[in-house]
């Protein structure tokens, strides 16, 4: 794999002009884009086939995170099927639901489960009720998590770059992990509500397969040069 090809953009934008304008400025730069809740709401499914014309059908996943009853879930990615070979569901409805999902869409689709989202702190944690042993190391959460994907036939995990070392000790270096909340230390958001984050070196030095990176690139007054930036860290972390 390329350093490039590790980079996932993720296009959380409100519309599909924005989007195009996106995929056009870094298709070069980046492995795979990335369309989550907001565009999704804004376009409906056929931005995926849009996307998929534009870029191609491997160049794109869905991030839409299912959390629901199975039945629902097998209903609503059934009907978004075109040219999506990956998408995201929480870990949270236990292991049978993981496994009807997984069976229920079969082949050569690909399910990411979440774990502990990057946004959720410690204290989070404790808020929703985990108990303190969790709560004070959320590693121990998400590898309880990634078990439990890994059981049901999940391809990978989705979760920070803190925890990435121990999910690939425990579930193999085959178990595909994608990392969001990097922060470059050049990439400070303001206003930020990541909270276990880590730099593109550290997590793919830890052994992340992809990183998602959104705003540090985004918002960066030249956005060629951030995601190039992302990369070279991303060539060192392999390095290493
Ligand atoms: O780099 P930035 O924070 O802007 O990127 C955030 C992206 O990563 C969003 O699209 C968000 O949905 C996604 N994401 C996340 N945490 C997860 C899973 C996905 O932030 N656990």
Redesign the pocket.
Known sequence: MNPKDRLIF?L?VPDKDTARRYVDLLREEVGLF?V?LELFMAEGPVIMQELANEVGPNRFFL?LKFHDIPSTMHGAITTILHGITLTTIHCDQGLEALKKMVASLGGDFKILA?TV???ISSEDLLTLGYDRQYAEDPTQLVLLKAKLAQEAGCAGV?CSGQEVKAVKKECGQDFLVVC???RPAWGAVAGDD?KRIVTPYEAIKNGADYI?????IRTAPDRVAAARQVVAEIAAGMKD
């Open positions: 993720p959380d990335k989550g991030d979440v989202l990057t946004s989705v969001p909340g990097i990541q998602v990176v959104g705003r540090p």
